[in-house]
Every structure is written in C-alpha cells, then in structure tokens.
C-alpha cells in the first residue's frame, strides 16, 4: 500500500515533465487521463482509510480536508482547463501547484509532516528575529541613500550607484547573502576609503550576528517542538504496548502477565522478518528467570527490543577445513591464518591503497605506472584470496559484510576491464584509457574504508548512516518547495529568456532572445539556458538559486525581462529555503550529533548486550525449532542444562547489536527522553498526549484508573 501511494504521488509529481511547458510534450489527453488515475487512486486510498478510523476522528483529521479539497480542485481545474482549451482560449493550471499536497498529507508521510510542522511551530520566532533584520536592512538602506545618493556615482556598469531606495534595500539584502560583495561597495569605496566603514559594519551586523541569529532561533525553536513530538510519539506507544497487554494479559498469581505462546504469535505477527533464533533471544530478555511468561514491565518495552538492531553471525567451520583438514591445519595454514587476523595485515594493505591512488594521479601514458597498476591489481587479487581463505565464505560474504563486498567487486570489476583493454589494444590498436577510468576513480573510494577503521571516524558515519532517513524527509520537504515554486516561476518567466546555440545567427541571440537584456550582466555572464522554460530548467535555477552565488544576477535579469516587482519571488525563496529549510536541517544535524556523541546505551541495549554475553553460542537456524532453542544455547561456562551437564558446545549463533544503527530515527531521538517515562504507569490519556505542549513536563500523576 505504501509503495503503491508513493507511486502515484511522484507520477502525479511527474506530469509536469510532460505537460505544457514540457521537457518531453505529451498530448493533453494522455496528461489527463493519467491525472484523473492518480486522483482516482488517492481517492480509494483515503476511502480505504476512512473504513478502517472512527469517523469523528476521520473527519476532525486535517490531513484528510486537505487531500479531499486537493482531489476536489484538481478535477474542478482539469476541466475547466479542457473546456477552454476545445475553444483555443489559453489558461492557467492552477491546480498544479496543489499537488505536494498529496506528498504532505497522506498517512505514509508522516516524517514530511513533522517536518512541516516543525517550520510552521517556529516561525512565529523566526518572525521577530526577521522583523527586526528588516529594521536594520531598511535603517542601513536609508543611510546608504543619504550618504552615497547625491555623490552622482556610477555602478561598473555605467548605471546610477544608490539613487533608487528599493534598488539599495534589495542590493543590501542580496550583500546579507555576500553575493554582490565586494562588487556593491567598489563604487563608493573607489570615492572614499572611509565609506568601507560603512559596508564592514553593515555585513557583520546583518551576515555575522542577524544570519547567525536565525540559526540559533530555528535550532532552539526546532529542538524544543522536535522533542514535544518525539515525546507525544513516546507516551503514545507506551500507552499503546499498555493496551496490547490489557487484551492479551492472564492471571498469574498476584500479577498479571502475557503466557510465552501468546508473546511468540504476536513477535511473529508485528516482526515476520527477524530469524528463529532472534526472536528467541528477545523472549530470554523478556523472561529472563524463564518463568513462561512475561510480565508487565518487560512486555512494554518489546517495542525497543524490536528496534535495536542485532546481527545473527552464524558459527561455520570453514569448507577447507572439511575437504582437507590436515593441509588446513597445517603450521603454514595456520601462519597465513594469523597473519590475516592480525591488524598489521590491515595496515599494511591501508598503506598499499594509498600509494595506489597517487600512482593513478600520475601520467596514465608513463609505462612503469601502466606495469604498476598490474602489480596493485595483483595485490588486491592477492588479499581477497588471503581472506576468503582464511574466513568462511558465506560468513565473509555475509549480507552485512558491506565493505568486503564492495572490495571484491571493484577488484574484479578492475581486473575484468584491464584484461579487456589490454584485448583491445592489441587487436585494435585501441588507444582509450575509458574503460579504465571508472574503474580507477572507484579504487580511490576504497579510500574510505581507511576512514571507518578510525574510531572517531566511524562515529561521524555512523551518525550519516542514522540520518539518511531524515535526509530523505528533507529532501522531500525541498521537492515540495521546489514544485510550488518551479511551477510559479514557468507561469511568471516561461518563454521570456531563450537559450540559443553559439553559432546562432537568431535575432538578439547574444541577448538570450530579448533586447531587454542588452548589456546585461546576465547576458554577458551567459546564463541564458537558465530559465524557467520547463520544469526541469526549473529546477536546475532553484538549485543555483539555493547555492546563493549570482542569485541576484538572476533576479535583476529576470526582472528586466518581465517587471522590478517580480525580484520578491526570489527574494521569497531565498527566506523559505535558504533561511528557513536550510537551518532546520543544520538543526537536526547538530541534534543527530549531539545525540551520538554524548548519549551512552540505552537500557534496552544494555540488557540485550548482557543477555548475548551470558548466553554466548547459539544453535544452528536450519537446526531450530520453536521449542528447541533453550536446550541447544550453551557456552563453556554457563550450561543451560544446569549443574553437571555433559552436552558439548555446537556450532551456532553468534548475536552482536549493529553498533549505534537504529531501524529509524525515531528510535535514536526518542533515547533522549526515554527516562521521563515510566514503565510502570499506564501514561497520560490520548487527549492529554495529543494536547502536549512543547513546555510541558512529563506528567507525573499518572494513574491506572484513568486507562481502566
């Protein structure tokens, strides 16, 4: 269901490849028929969902308005727009720029929302500091006009220097941004030294202290309200696991508590994905003193059991060692086998990757470095062998063996295309170096594999690697800005600039197509196939726009072309993306490091690593069955069979938690508050959750009447 939503989402996101103005024209048939599809499919998808919720809170659920209202314009636009276009009468579609809103409001898009939400709790900060910004941007264009207006300057261009009060304010707000810098000072710096006073204050004043002040209010802002929704997400499945242990609960004695049977179907249910033998594991943490049950306490906390990460290694004798025991194990065998295991194995290969990345940054054509790439390739040959006769084969190539992997294809990937090129050479006389180019360029990656074997290191990937997800929620959150204001821009701008070929003799070519621009610093810095003549020409100028540099170069031409007004847009832009987005998604990466650097294991954590370490060795997965994993689990110093048993130790398990790696990034946030709740009380009630403030403490009367 969610692929298939998110399927249609990014079609319906499509169309506007294909519609007028189109990278790709399709008739406008196919275009709707395709729209009335998807608009079809969202409107199954919100019925399906409206039969499985209770209808007050179906219809209280914004979310749900929006979608309906979205469908409802779409279908009202489309037609219209059919209508007129039978009669030749040219119009707008509106409506296009309503279509994130599927992107934002279906269930599936909860991290977007969140993120929205997040902008929307902060900008009544951001306003303040904002209005006060413009105060200052407006005091210092005012001054500008008094001290620099009447000295009858003149820009490089020729033009008047500060004559026009909007003309300063915008050519101040774009130096905020240093995009003109220093080329708006030059004229009245030219006339006077002292007047460079003047431009130093203003840039530390409004780019060092006023730009530095958003941050700090957006992460402040965003930090507080993060946490308010992470801890709601919290109360809520803790209040939830409390209502799953209500119905599945039984009497035991004093206590109430969910039977062993009950706890398996239901881990079986929730996580169909996790082996035998880890499921095994978590009942042993579950119910550690193996009573056969589970009692309240450690059913709530399934949950976190459930998103900590934990490898199953599986313990095999290597296939060598079976064929031919006595060469396996021979003194030389075993000699190999120490050498290989032995970290300066590893160093010494770490060096070898270096020095082969700066013979690939010499002369290709010298033959002593085409010979050496052989004698690197032999190396690398040479060290995959070592390996893989030395480890396990299926425990080597394991599917968490990321960087074993990813050495034995660029390996053999490089040994396939040398082999080819060195074919072609000789039969062909085939002088290219291109097939060999890729291949070295992803040799150098191998580059970071020097980098993760460095503890401090491995703690910045590590934390790249949680938040990749929410990486993914922003650049969601950009597509959506992205498409309102690529589609805004094609109805301003569409066919105002042209791009044209070198060799053109088209009229005003040099001009990108309109004499408005002669002269120009747009023309002549030849930005012409920057325009919004289509949806992907689109993008590429809010890209470029979002990388700030000669923004304001964009802006003037564009405004040349149609009217002075329409440099808002930009302007617009520039605050929703660069001020607002850019520095909520610096937030969470602060946040995402501050919470892998300074936070220990959790509790959870803890007791799963105890509970490895007390078992040890585990049983074979083909061997297992769902009432067998207890008498097969033994280590040398902790029998399960009890005092004096004889059973000998069997191949098995081995379990390791995924170092700091969480299945989603709500379950690294939610660690920071993981220690308000208690695990005992039944929780505040859902209105009570929903209606959480972001500076309200954790709720400290919590009884079990009000869950009753």
Not at 420 to 438: A, E, G, H, P, R
Not at 574 to 579: K, S, T
Request: aromatic share 14%.
């Amino acid at each position: 269901m969610r692929t298939a939503t998110y399927f249609f989402i990014f079609l319906n996101l499509s169309l506007a490849v294909f519609e007028e103005p189109a990278v790709y024209p399709l008739p406008f048939l196919v275009t709707s028929l395709v729209e009335v599809l998807c608009l079809l499919v969202f409107f199954v998808r919100l019925t399906h969902f409206a039969k499985v919720t209770l209808r007050n809170v179906f219809w209280k659920d914004t979310k749900n308005i929006c979608i309906m209202v979205a469908i409802l314009l779409s279908l009202t636009d489309l037609a219209i727009y059919g209508v007129l276009r039978m009669y030749n009468v040219r119009s707008v579609r509106w409506s296009r720029i309503v279509r994130p809103i599927f992107l934002i409001n279906f269930a599936e898009s909860r991290q977007i929302r969140r993120a929205f939400r997040s902008i929307r709790n902060t900008l009544p900060e951001i306003t303040y500091v904002f209005l006060l910004f413009m105060f200052s941007l407006l005091m210092f264009s005012l001054m500008a006009l008094k001290l620099f207006g009447e000295r009858n300057l003149q820009t490089a261009e020729g033009l008047p220097y500060f004559k026009n009060y909007l003309e300063i304010v915008f050519d101040l707000y774009v130096l905020v941004t240093t995009a003109n810098s220093p080329d708006v000072m030059m004229p009245a710096f030219d006339f006077s030294s002292w007047y460079a006073l003047f431009f130093i204050a203003f840039v530390i004043i409004n780019t060092y202290i006023f730009m530095s002040l958003f941050l700090a209010v957006v992460y402040n802002n965003y930090k507080k309200h993060l946490k308010n929704e992470i801890r709601k997400l919290a109360y809520m499945k803790h209040r939830k696991m409390i209502e799953a242990f209500n119905l599945l609960k039984e009497e035991e004695g004093a206590q109430f508590v969910v039977r062993e049977a009950r706890w398996k179907q239901l881990v079986k249910l929730v996580a169909p994905d996790i082996t035998n033998s880890h499921r095994e594991l978590l009942l042993r943490i579950s119910d550690d003193e193996q009573k056969g049950f589970i009692d309240k306490k450690s059913f709530i906390q399934l949950a976190d059991l459930l998103n900590i990460q934990v490898i199953t290694l599986k313990i095999r004798s290597h296939p060598l060692g079976q064929w031919m025991p006595r060469v396996y194990k021979s003194a030389v065998s075993r000699f190999l086998h120490s050498m290989v295991r032995h970290r300066g194995f590893v160093w010494t290969y770490d060096v070898i990757i270096l020095i082969n990345a700066m013979f690939i940054a010499l002369d290709e054509e010298t033959p002593y470095i085409s010979y050496a790439e052989w004698v690197f390739l032999a190396l690398y040959i040479i060290e995959i062998l070592l390996k893989v006769y030395t480890y396990e084969p299926r425990a080597f190539f394991g599917k968490n063996q990321f960087w074993n992997w990813f050495d034995t294809l660029i390996i053999f990937a490089a040994l396939t295309a040398t082999i080819l090129n060195t074919t072609l050479k000789s039969t062909m006389k085939y002088n290219s170096q291109q097939i060999l180019d890729i291949v070295f360029i992803l040799r150098v990656l191998r580059l970071i594999r020097i980098v993760d074997s460095i503890q401090r290191f491995r703690v910045i990937i590590n934390t790249l690697i949680n938040i990749v997800p929410t990486m993914l929620t922003f650049g969601g959150l950009t597509l959506v800005v992205y498409c309102v204001f690529a589609i805004v821009g094609m109805e301003l701008f569409h066919g105002k600039i042209q791009f044209f070929p070198a060799n053109s003799n088209a009229p005003h070519a040099l001009e990108c197509g309109n004499p408005a621009l002669k002269d120009s610093l747009f023309a002549r810095g030849k930005y012409c196939k920057n325009n919004f003549n289509n949806f992907a020409s689109s993008f590429i100028v809010l890209m470029e726009l979002t990388v700030v540099n000669q923004w304001h170069v964009f802006a003037n031409g564009f405004a040349n072309v149609t009217v002075q007004p329409v440099k808002l847009y930009f302007i617009a832009f520039h605050i929703v993306m660069v001020i607002i987005i850019v520095n909520i998604f610096v937030s969470f990466i602060l946040e995402a490091f501050f919470v892998e650097y300074s936070l220990e294991k959790s509790e959870v954590e803890t007791a799963i690593e105890q509970k490895i370490q007390e078992l040890g060795m585990g049983v074979q997965e083909d061997e297992l069955q769902d009432e067998q994993l207890l008498d097969n689990m033994e280590t040398a110093e902790h029998d399960l069979e009890g005092e004096g048993g004889t059973k000998p130790q069997s191949k098995g398990l081995m379990f390791k938690i995924a170092s700091k790696r969480y299945r989603t990034v709500d379950a690294l946030l939610q660690r920071m508050f993981e220690a308000e709740i208690p695990l005992e009380e039944e929780g505040p009630s859902f209105e009570e959750i929903l209606n959480l403030s972001p500076t309200a403490a954790a709720p400290s009367n919590l009884t079990s009447e009000r869950a009753a």
